[in-house]
Protein backbone atom coordinates (compact mmCIF):
# COMPACT_ATOMS: atom_id res chain seq x y z
CA UNK A 1 0.00 0.00 0.00
CA UNK A 2 1.40 3.32 -1.13
CA UNK A 3 2.61 5.84 2.12
CA UNK A 4 1.21 8.90 -0.64
CA UNK A 5 -1.00 11.43 1.20
CA UNK A 6 -4.92 11.49 -0.40
CA UNK A 7 -4.39 15.41 -0.19
CA UNK A 8 -1.21 17.40 -0.38
CA UNK A 9 -0.86 21.18 -0.74
CA UNK A 10 2.00 22.51 -2.24
CA UNK A 11 3.77 26.02 -0.92
CA UNK A 12 2.46 29.00 -2.08
CA UNK A 13 3.99 30.63 -5.69
CA UNK A 14 4.76 34.34 -6.07
CA UNK A 15 1.11 34.73 -6.95
CA UNK A 16 -0.39 33.00 -3.44
CA UNK A 17 -1.73 30.24 -5.42
CA UNK A 18 -1.26 27.28 -4.07
CA UNK A 19 -1.42 23.72 -5.89
CA UNK A 20 -3.58 20.73 -4.47
CA UNK A 21 -2.60 17.08 -5.23
CA UNK A 22 -5.26 14.68 -4.87
CA UNK A 23 -4.16 10.89 -5.43
CA UNK A 24 -0.55 12.79 -6.54
CA UNK A 25 -2.46 13.94 -9.80
CA UNK A 26 -3.12 17.88 -9.85
CA UNK A 27 -6.54 18.70 -9.13
CA UNK A 28 -6.96 22.80 -9.27
CA UNK A 29 -4.64 25.75 -7.79
CA UNK A 30 -6.69 27.70 -4.92
CA UNK A 31 -6.03 31.88 -3.46
CA UNK A 32 -7.89 30.40 0.14
CA UNK A 33 -9.12 27.42 2.43
CA UNK A 34 -12.47 28.06 1.06
CA UNK A 35 -11.33 27.74 -1.91
CA UNK A 36 -10.12 24.26 -1.27
CA UNK A 37 -13.01 22.59 0.76
CA UNK A 38 -15.08 23.61 -2.40
CA UNK A 39 -12.22 21.90 -4.78
CA UNK A 40 -12.28 18.78 -2.40
CA UNK A 41 -15.72 18.75 -2.23
CA UNK A 42 -16.54 18.37 -5.96
CA UNK A 43 -13.65 15.73 -6.27
CA UNK A 44 -16.28 14.23 -3.44
CA UNK A 45 -14.12 14.56 -0.49
CA UNK A 46 -15.51 16.09 2.45
CA UNK A 47 -13.13 15.70 5.65
CA UNK A 48 -9.62 14.27 4.35
CA UNK A 49 -6.64 14.25 5.47
CA UNK A 50 -4.57 16.94 4.30
CA UNK A 51 -0.37 17.01 4.05
CA UNK A 52 0.64 20.81 3.96
CA UNK A 53 3.67 21.36 2.09
CA UNK A 54 5.70 24.16 2.91
CA UNK A 55 3.38 26.47 4.79
CA UNK A 56 0.54 25.36 7.22
CA UNK A 57 -3.23 26.06 6.66
CA UNK A 58 -2.87 29.17 7.89
CA UNK A 59 -0.66 30.76 5.17
CA UNK A 60 -2.75 32.38 2.14
CA UNK A 61 -0.37 35.32 0.62
CA UNK A 62 -3.42 36.58 -2.12
CA UNK A 63 -4.01 39.91 -1.65
CA UNK A 64 -7.31 39.70 -3.15
CA UNK A 65 -8.89 43.71 -3.48
CA UNK A 66 -5.20 44.09 -4.71
CA UNK A 67 -5.24 41.68 -7.31
CA UNK A 68 -8.82 42.71 -8.28
CA UNK A 69 -7.92 46.13 -8.72
CA UNK A 70 -5.09 45.78 -10.67
CA UNK A 71 -6.82 43.59 -13.47
CA UNK A 72 -9.54 46.10 -13.78
CA UNK A 73 -7.02 49.09 -14.67
CA UNK A 74 -5.30 46.25 -16.51
CA UNK A 75 -9.09 45.77 -18.43
CA UNK A 76 -10.14 49.49 -18.58
CA UNK A 77 -6.53 50.39 -19.90
CA UNK A 78 -7.01 48.04 -22.57
CA UNK A 79 -10.74 48.45 -23.46
CA UNK A 80 -9.44 52.22 -23.49
CA UNK A 81 -6.86 51.18 -26.05
CA UNK A 82 -9.07 49.66 -27.93
CA UNK A 83 -11.46 52.35 -28.51
CA UNK A 84 -9.12 54.70 -29.21
CA UNK A 85 -7.20 52.60 -32.22
CA UNK A 86 -10.08 51.01 -33.27
CA UNK A 87 -11.87 55.48 -33.79
CA UNK A 88 -8.68 56.40 -35.32
CA UNK A 89 -8.07 53.43 -37.70
CA UNK A 90 -11.97 53.13 -39.11
CA UNK A 91 -11.63 56.50 -40.72
CA UNK A 92 -8.48 55.79 -42.65
CA UNK A 93 -9.79 52.03 -43.15
CA UNK A 94 -12.93 53.32 -44.30
CA UNK A 95 -12.32 57.03 -46.24
CA UNK A 96 -8.35 56.76 -47.35
CA UNK A 97 -8.82 57.66 -51.03
CA UNK A 98 -5.45 55.34 -50.93
CA UNK A 99 -4.65 51.48 -50.49
CA UNK A 100 -1.58 52.17 -48.10
CA UNK A 101 -4.04 54.55 -46.24
CA UNK A 102 -6.61 52.07 -46.20
CA UNK A 103 -4.57 49.21 -45.36
CA UNK A 104 -3.03 51.10 -42.37
CA UNK A 105 -6.42 52.35 -40.98
CA UNK A 106 -7.21 48.38 -40.78
CA UNK A 107 -3.92 47.70 -39.08
CA UNK A 108 -4.91 50.25 -36.71
CA UNK A 109 -8.27 48.36 -36.59
CA UNK A 110 -6.28 44.78 -35.86
CA UNK A 111 -4.08 46.54 -33.33
CA UNK A 112 -7.77 47.81 -31.51
CA UNK A 113 -8.71 44.31 -31.60
CA UNK A 114 -5.86 42.84 -30.14
CA UNK A 115 -6.36 44.83 -27.36
CA UNK A 116 -9.63 43.98 -26.90
CA UNK A 117 -8.65 40.35 -26.96
CA UNK A 118 -6.04 41.14 -24.15
CA UNK A 119 -9.04 42.63 -21.91
CA UNK A 120 -10.48 39.13 -21.42
CA UNK A 121 -7.01 37.50 -21.54
CA UNK A 122 -6.09 39.79 -18.84
CA UNK A 123 -8.60 38.28 -16.64
CA UNK A 124 -7.74 34.84 -17.00
CA UNK A 125 -3.80 36.20 -16.38
CA UNK A 126 -5.06 38.20 -13.10
CA UNK A 127 -6.51 34.94 -12.11
CA UNK A 128 -5.31 31.49 -12.65
CA UNK A 129 -4.10 31.26 -15.59
CA UNK A 130 -6.04 28.79 -17.25
CA UNK A 131 -4.83 29.44 -20.98
CA UNK A 132 -0.92 29.34 -21.54
CA UNK A 133 -1.45 32.33 -23.96
CA UNK A 134 -2.96 35.23 -21.78
CA UNK A 135 0.31 36.35 -20.96
CA UNK A 136 2.11 37.01 -24.09
CA UNK A 137 -1.40 38.05 -25.40
CA UNK A 138 -1.52 40.77 -23.19
CA UNK A 139 2.49 41.36 -23.49
CA UNK A 140 1.88 42.36 -26.81
CA UNK A 141 -1.36 44.31 -26.44
CA UNK A 142 1.10 45.94 -23.80
CA UNK A 143 3.74 47.01 -26.32
CA UNK A 144 1.51 47.97 -29.19
CA UNK A 145 -0.42 50.19 -26.60
CA UNK A 146 2.94 51.82 -25.53
CA UNK A 147 4.35 52.03 -29.56
CA UNK A 148 0.75 53.66 -30.58
CA UNK A 149 0.52 56.02 -27.52
CA UNK A 150 4.31 57.10 -27.83
CA UNK A 151 3.33 57.56 -31.78
CA UNK A 152 0.64 59.98 -30.55
CA UNK A 153 2.77 61.67 -28.28
CA UNK A 154 5.43 61.90 -30.54
CA UNK A 155 3.61 63.66 -33.65
CA UNK A 156 1.34 65.82 -30.63
CA UNK A 157 4.64 67.40 -29.40
CA UNK A 158 5.62 68.60 -32.64
CA UNK A 159 2.56 71.00 -32.25
CA UNK A 160 1.89 71.50 -28.81
CA UNK A 161 -1.84 72.08 -29.15
CA UNK A 162 -3.08 71.62 -25.49
CA UNK A 163 -7.04 72.01 -26.86
CA UNK A 164 -6.52 68.92 -29.26
CA UNK A 165 -9.23 67.15 -27.66
CA UNK A 166 -7.56 63.03 -28.18
CA UNK A 167 -4.89 64.50 -26.51
CA UNK A 168 -6.14 63.36 -22.81
CA UNK A 169 -7.10 60.37 -23.93
CA UNK A 170 -3.55 59.06 -25.54
CA UNK A 171 -1.46 61.26 -22.69
CA UNK A 172 -3.52 58.85 -19.89
CA UNK A 173 -3.15 55.89 -21.79
CA UNK A 174 0.68 56.19 -22.78
CA UNK A 175 1.46 56.76 -18.91
CA UNK A 176 -1.05 53.74 -18.66
CA UNK A 177 0.95 51.89 -21.15
CA UNK A 178 4.12 52.74 -18.90
CA UNK A 179 2.80 51.59 -15.61
CA UNK A 180 1.19 47.94 -17.37
CA UNK A 181 4.52 47.35 -19.24
CA UNK A 182 6.82 47.47 -15.45
CA UNK A 183 3.75 45.34 -13.77
CA UNK A 184 4.42 42.29 -16.68
CA UNK A 185 8.28 42.84 -16.83
CA UNK A 186 8.24 42.66 -13.13
CA UNK A 187 5.91 39.62 -13.57
CA UNK A 188 8.16 37.79 -15.97
CA UNK A 189 5.70 36.94 -18.31
CA UNK A 190 7.25 35.93 -21.04
CA UNK A 191 8.76 32.92 -19.19
CA UNK A 192 5.31 31.53 -19.08
CA UNK A 193 5.00 31.83 -23.17
CA UNK A 194 4.93 28.39 -25.26
CA UNK A 195 6.96 29.01 -28.20
CA UNK A 196 8.66 32.57 -27.23
CA UNK A 197 10.72 32.99 -30.49
CA UNK A 198 8.18 32.22 -33.27
CA UNK A 199 5.14 34.38 -31.16
CA UNK A 200 8.42 36.99 -31.08
CA UNK A 201 9.10 36.76 -34.68
CA UNK A 202 5.26 36.66 -35.62
CA UNK A 203 4.83 40.41 -33.27
CA UNK A 204 7.79 41.82 -34.68
CA UNK A 205 6.80 41.27 -38.52
CA UNK A 206 3.52 42.77 -38.24
CA UNK A 207 5.06 46.15 -36.29
CA UNK A 208 7.32 46.47 -38.95
CA UNK A 209 4.80 46.06 -42.06
CA UNK A 210 2.24 48.76 -39.83
CA UNK A 211 5.32 51.14 -39.67
CA UNK A 212 5.80 50.75 -43.38
CA UNK A 213 2.67 51.14 -44.34
CA UNK A 214 2.12 54.54 -42.16
CA UNK A 215 5.26 56.19 -43.66
CA UNK A 216 4.73 54.92 -47.06
CA UNK A 217 1.00 56.78 -46.46
CA UNK A 218 2.38 60.14 -44.89
CA UNK A 219 5.44 60.35 -46.21
CA UNK A 220 6.92 58.74 -49.59
CA UNK A 221 3.56 58.21 -51.17
CA UNK A 222 2.99 61.91 -51.76
CA UNK A 223 6.88 62.57 -52.75
CA UNK A 224 6.75 60.07 -55.44
CA UNK A 225 3.44 60.90 -56.81
CA UNK A 226 3.37 64.98 -57.85
CA UNK A 227 0.51 66.39 -59.01
CA UNK A 228 0.19 67.54 -62.35
CA UNK A 229 -2.38 69.89 -62.83
CA UNK A 230 -2.48 72.61 -65.61
CA UNK A 231 -3.73 75.31 -66.48
CA UNK A 232 -3.89 77.82 -69.44
CA UNK A 233 -5.55 80.59 -71.23
CA UNK A 234 -5.30 80.77 -75.02
CA UNK A 235 -6.78 83.96 -77.12
CA UNK A 236 -9.39 82.81 -79.86
CA UNK A 237 -10.41 84.72 -83.49
CA UNK A 238 -11.19 88.38 -82.47
CA UNK A 239 -13.96 90.11 -84.21
CA UNK A 240 -14.50 93.42 -84.83
CA UNK A 241 -17.66 95.48 -84.76
CA UNK A 242 -17.87 98.97 -85.19
CA UNK A 243 -15.34 100.45 -82.75
CA UNK A 244 -15.31 97.38 -80.25
CA UNK A 245 -13.52 94.21 -80.07
CA UNK A 246 -14.75 90.83 -79.13
CA UNK A 247 -11.70 88.79 -78.56
CA UNK A 248 -12.19 85.14 -77.12
CA UNK A 249 -10.54 83.66 -74.57
CA UNK A 250 -10.15 79.46 -73.97
CA UNK A 251 -9.64 78.78 -70.18
CA UNK A 252 -8.54 75.13 -69.03
CA UNK A 253 -8.01 72.96 -65.82
CA UNK A 254 -6.66 69.72 -66.87
CA UNK A 255 -5.57 66.88 -64.44
CA UNK A 256 -2.62 65.05 -66.60
CA UNK A 257 -1.49 62.79 -63.14
CA UNK A 258 -3.05 60.05 -61.62
CA UNK A 259 -3.47 61.91 -58.03
CA UNK A 260 -7.29 63.37 -57.46
CA UNK A 261 -6.61 67.23 -56.87
CA UNK A 262 -9.02 69.91 -55.02
CA UNK A 263 -8.89 73.38 -56.49
CA UNK A 264 -8.28 75.75 -53.80
CA UNK A 265 -8.46 79.05 -55.87
CA UNK A 266 -7.60 79.69 -59.36
CA UNK A 267 -7.07 82.73 -61.37
CA UNK A 268 -6.34 84.40 -65.11
CA UNK A 269 -5.75 87.39 -65.91
CA UNK A 270 -5.71 89.45 -69.47
CA UNK A 271 -3.58 92.26 -69.64
CA UNK A 272 -3.06 95.45 -72.22
CA UNK A 273 0.69 96.62 -72.45
CA UNK A 274 2.05 99.81 -73.61
CA UNK A 275 5.96 99.61 -74.53
CA UNK A 276 7.83 102.23 -73.78
CA UNK A 277 11.75 102.87 -75.21
CA UNK A 278 14.39 102.40 -73.36
CA UNK A 279 15.70 105.45 -70.88
CA UNK A 280 19.14 107.26 -72.64
CA UNK A 281 21.08 106.32 -69.74
CA UNK A 282 19.93 102.97 -69.91
CA UNK A 283 23.30 101.54 -71.78
CA UNK A 284 25.78 102.72 -68.66
CA UNK A 285 23.99 100.75 -66.18
CA UNK A 286 20.27 99.80 -67.28
CA UNK A 287 21.15 96.69 -67.47
CA UNK A 288 22.76 96.12 -63.72
CA UNK A 289 19.23 97.96 -62.95
CA UNK A 290 16.77 94.97 -64.95
CA UNK A 291 19.04 92.62 -63.36
CA UNK A 292 19.05 93.67 -59.91
CA UNK A 293 14.63 94.41 -60.36
CA UNK A 294 14.70 90.32 -61.89
CA UNK A 295 13.62 91.72 -65.07
CA UNK A 296 14.36 90.83 -68.33
CA UNK A 297 17.43 92.77 -69.89
CA UNK A 298 15.89 94.54 -73.13
CA UNK A 299 18.11 97.20 -74.91
CA UNK A 300 15.09 99.09 -76.68
CA UNK A 301 12.11 98.94 -74.49
CA UNK A 302 11.73 99.71 -70.71
CA UNK A 303 9.33 98.04 -68.70
CA UNK A 304 5.84 97.59 -70.57
CA UNK A 305 3.24 99.84 -68.54
CA UNK A 306 0.51 96.56 -67.77
CA UNK A 307 -3.32 97.71 -67.03
CA UNK A 308 -5.80 95.01 -65.71
CA UNK A 309 -8.09 94.53 -68.42
CA UNK A 310 -10.32 91.12 -67.37
CA UNK A 311 -9.72 88.84 -64.12
CA UNK A 312 -11.70 86.61 -62.84
CA UNK A 313 -11.96 82.83 -61.47
CA UNK A 314 -11.97 79.52 -63.20
CA UNK A 315 -12.73 76.75 -61.39
CA UNK A 316 -15.17 78.09 -58.29
CA UNK A 317 -13.07 77.17 -54.68
CA UNK A 318 -13.33 73.67 -53.27
CA UNK A 319 -14.07 71.94 -56.68
CA UNK A 320 -11.75 68.99 -57.64
CA UNK A 321 -10.46 67.82 -60.85
CA UNK A 322 -9.89 64.03 -60.82
CA UNK A 323 -7.26 62.12 -63.11
CA UNK A 324 -7.87 62.64 -66.76
CA UNK A 325 -10.35 64.95 -66.63
CA UNK A 326 -10.44 68.56 -68.03
CA UNK A 327 -12.62 71.50 -67.27
CA UNK A 328 -12.89 74.28 -70.32
CA UNK A 329 -14.92 77.49 -70.39
CA UNK A 330 -14.61 80.69 -72.41
CA UNK A 331 -14.78 84.21 -71.88
CA UNK A 332 -15.54 86.88 -74.16
CA UNK A 333 -13.39 90.53 -73.40
CA UNK A 334 -14.86 93.67 -75.12
CA UNK A 335 -12.46 96.51 -75.94
CA UNK A 336 -12.68 100.03 -77.68
CA UNK A 337 -10.55 99.95 -81.18
CA UNK A 338 -8.83 102.92 -79.58
CA UNK A 339 -7.37 100.78 -76.56
CA UNK A 340 -3.59 102.70 -75.86
CA UNK A 341 -2.40 99.05 -76.10
CA UNK A 342 0.60 97.22 -78.07
CA UNK A 343 -0.28 93.96 -76.85
CA UNK A 344 -2.39 91.85 -74.73
CA UNK A 345 -1.47 88.79 -72.60
CA UNK A 346 -2.89 86.37 -70.51
CA UNK A 347 -1.84 84.33 -67.66
CA UNK A 348 -3.17 81.53 -65.27
CA UNK A 349 -2.71 80.81 -61.69
CA UNK A 350 -4.09 77.59 -59.95
CA UNK A 351 -4.24 77.07 -55.95
CA UNK A 352 -3.87 72.64 -55.61
CA UNK A 353 -4.55 70.31 -52.94
CA UNK A 354 -3.98 66.72 -53.46
CA UNK A 355 -6.52 64.35 -52.18
CA UNK A 356 -4.61 61.80 -51.41
CA UNK A 357 -3.02 64.12 -48.73
CA UNK A 358 -5.81 66.31 -47.14
CA UNK A 359 -9.48 66.03 -47.42
CA UNK A 360 -12.17 69.08 -47.05
CA UNK A 361 -15.00 66.83 -45.66
CA UNK A 362 -17.85 69.60 -46.16
CA UNK A 363 -16.61 71.87 -48.92
CA UNK A 364 -15.43 75.24 -48.79
CA UNK A 365 -17.90 77.99 -48.34
CA UNK A 366 -18.06 81.84 -48.70
CA UNK A 367 -16.51 83.45 -45.85
CA UNK A 368 -16.47 87.35 -46.90
CA UNK A 369 -15.79 90.24 -48.31
CA UNK A 370 -13.00 92.17 -46.90
CA UNK A 371 -14.97 95.42 -47.83
CA UNK A 372 -18.10 93.91 -45.77
CA UNK A 373 -19.35 93.55 -42.12
CA UNK A 374 -18.08 89.74 -41.76
CA UNK A 375 -15.52 90.20 -39.21
CA UNK A 376 -13.90 86.43 -39.70
CA UNK A 377 -12.19 88.46 -42.59
CA UNK A 378 -9.66 91.30 -41.53
CA UNK A 379 -8.40 93.34 -43.62
CA UNK A 380 -5.39 94.92 -44.20
CA UNK A 381 -4.17 97.93 -41.32
CA UNK A 382 -2.86 100.38 -43.63
CA UNK A 383 -4.58 101.36 -47.02
CA UNK A 384 -4.19 101.41 -50.04
CA UNK A 385 -5.89 98.09 -49.25
CA UNK A 386 -6.45 95.40 -51.77
CA UNK A 387 -10.15 93.51 -52.08
CA UNK A 388 -10.32 90.04 -50.56
CA UNK A 389 -12.84 87.35 -51.35
CA UNK A 390 -12.20 84.50 -49.07
CA UNK A 391 -13.75 80.76 -48.80
CA UNK A 392 -13.14 78.68 -45.81
CA UNK A 393 -13.75 75.53 -44.24
CA UNK A 394 -12.99 72.28 -42.30
CA UNK A 395 -9.52 70.50 -43.48
CA UNK A 396 -8.02 67.56 -42.06
CA UNK A 397 -5.02 65.67 -43.23
CA UNK A 398 -5.05 62.50 -45.08
CA UNK A 399 -3.79 60.25 -41.87
CA UNK A 400 -6.34 60.08 -39.32
CA UNK A 401 -3.54 59.22 -36.99
CA UNK A 402 -2.63 63.01 -38.14
CA UNK A 403 -5.89 65.28 -37.52
CA UNK A 404 -6.04 63.03 -33.59
CA UNK A 405 -2.92 64.43 -32.75
CA UNK A 406 -4.00 68.10 -34.03
CA UNK A 407 -6.71 70.62 -32.87
CA UNK A 408 -9.25 70.92 -35.73
CA UNK A 409 -7.90 72.64 -38.81
CA UNK A 410 -9.91 75.63 -40.86
CA UNK A 411 -8.12 76.50 -44.25
CA UNK A 412 -8.95 79.84 -46.04
CA UNK A 413 -8.60 80.36 -49.73
CA UNK A 414 -8.60 84.13 -51.00
CA UNK A 415 -9.06 86.03 -54.04
CA UNK A 416 -7.16 88.89 -54.05
CA UNK A 417 -7.50 92.11 -56.16
CA UNK A 418 -4.25 94.84 -55.54
CA UNK A 419 -5.33 98.06 -54.45
CA UNK A 420 -4.59 99.69 -58.05
CA UNK A 421 -6.99 97.18 -59.40
CA UNK A 422 -3.63 95.88 -62.04
CA UNK A 423 -3.36 92.75 -60.07
CA UNK A 424 -4.81 89.75 -59.30
CA UNK A 425 -3.78 86.51 -56.89
CA UNK A 426 -4.42 83.44 -55.31
CA UNK A 427 -3.65 82.06 -51.24
CA UNK A 428 -4.76 79.60 -48.69
CA UNK A 429 -3.49 79.48 -45.19
CA UNK A 430 -4.29 76.75 -42.83
CA UNK A 431 -5.14 77.64 -39.11
CA UNK A 432 -6.39 75.85 -36.23
CA UNK A 433 -9.12 77.62 -35.23
CA UNK A 434 -12.42 79.34 -37.23
CA UNK A 435 -11.35 83.29 -37.07
CA UNK A 436 -8.92 83.07 -40.01
CA UNK A 437 -7.40 85.67 -41.49
CA UNK A 438 -7.25 86.55 -44.94
CA UNK A 439 -4.67 88.49 -46.10
CA UNK A 440 -1.17 86.71 -45.46
CA UNK A 441 -3.10 83.77 -43.80
CA UNK A 442 -0.31 81.17 -44.19
CA UNK A 443 -0.24 80.12 -40.58
CA UNK A 444 1.24 77.28 -41.21
CA UNK A 445 3.28 74.77 -43.44
CA UNK A 446 0.95 74.49 -46.45
CA UNK A 447 3.57 71.61 -47.71
CA UNK A 448 2.53 69.33 -45.01
CA UNK A 449 -1.12 69.27 -46.86
CA UNK A 450 0.19 68.93 -49.91
CA UNK A 451 -1.11 72.81 -50.87
CA UNK A 452 0.54 74.06 -54.33
CA UNK A 453 0.46 77.38 -56.16
CA UNK A 454 1.33 76.34 -59.92
CA UNK A 455 1.22 79.03 -62.46
CA UNK A 456 -0.05 78.12 -65.95
CA UNK A 457 0.46 78.26 -69.27
CA UNK A 458 -0.81 81.86 -70.81
CA UNK A 459 -0.49 83.53 -74.50
CA UNK A 460 -0.04 86.90 -76.04
CA UNK A 461 -1.43 88.69 -79.16
CA UNK A 462 -0.21 92.08 -80.90
CA UNK A 463 -3.40 94.41 -80.25
CA UNK A 464 -2.80 96.22 -83.99
CA UNK A 465 -2.91 92.38 -85.61
CA UNK A 466 -7.16 93.31 -83.77
CA UNK A 467 -7.55 96.52 -85.72
CA UNK A 468 -6.10 96.27 -88.68
CA UNK A 469 -6.01 93.73 -91.32
CA UNK A 470 -8.01 90.40 -90.94
CA UNK A 471 -8.47 89.13 -87.13
CA UNK A 472 -5.91 86.75 -85.90
CA UNK A 473 -5.44 84.39 -83.06
CA UNK A 474 -3.05 84.49 -80.93
CA UNK A 475 -1.16 81.06 -81.68
CA UNK A 476 -1.43 82.29 -85.77
Known amino acids: MSDEPLVVVQPPDRRGLREVLVRGETAGRVWSE ?32 QRFATGAVLVAGLL ?13 ALASPNFA ?13 VQAIAAVAALDHMGKRGWPYSGGVLLVAVVIALAANSLFLLLWFQERELATPLFPAFA ?41 NLAHTTWFQPSTAPVTVESSAKFGKAYVQGDDIYLPVTLTVKNTGKT ?3 ILGSVFWVMGERFRPSR ?19 IY ?39 PFDALSTDTKILTLRKDQARIPFGLHLN ?39 EQRFLLSSWTMAADGNDADISAGVRPYRRVVAVDSEGESLSSYGIEKIKGGGDVILFRSLTDGPARTGTE
Open 34 to 65: RELHRLLGESGLREPDIEWRGAGADVWPDRRT
Open 80 to 92: GCAALLIGIGQVD
Open 101 to 113: GRVTGMLFMAAGG
Open 172 to 212: ALWLWSLWAAWLLFRQKVWKDIPHPKGFAIGFLVTTSLTAA
Open 260 to 262: PTY
Open 280 to 298: PDWLERGWEWDLEAGKDVD
Open 301 to 339: TDTPVRTLVRTGEILGAGGYVNPGREFSQQKLIRLPRSA
Open 368 to 406: GFSWGSVDEVRTCREPPCPSVVSYAGEIEHGSNVINATR
